[in-house]
């Protein structure tokens, strides 16, 4: 999937995504779903395995590539 946009322009948030080298364009690929809470576990860029809580998740929006 590619990042397309993220509805939540909070600081705090956009400083999470940043932290993470997570910006608007960026491929990223789903490796695994957590079965309890929902987290992804994601690989993008040079990071192999990124896990992204579902709160996190929930905010942004992704097209299929």
Not at 3 to 25: C, K, M, P
Not at 32 to 58: K, N
């Amino acid at each position: 999937v590619r990042l397309r946009s993220v509805n939540d322009a909070s600081t705090e948030f956009l400083i999470f995504l940043n932290n993470r080298g997570l910006r608007l364009g960026l491929k990223l690929r789903v490796r695994a779903v957590e079965p309890f809470e929902g987290s992804l576990v994601i690989r993008y860029g040079r990071r192999q395995a990124e896990t992204l809580p579902h709160t996190v998740c929930d905010r942004l929006l992704v097209e299929r590539v």
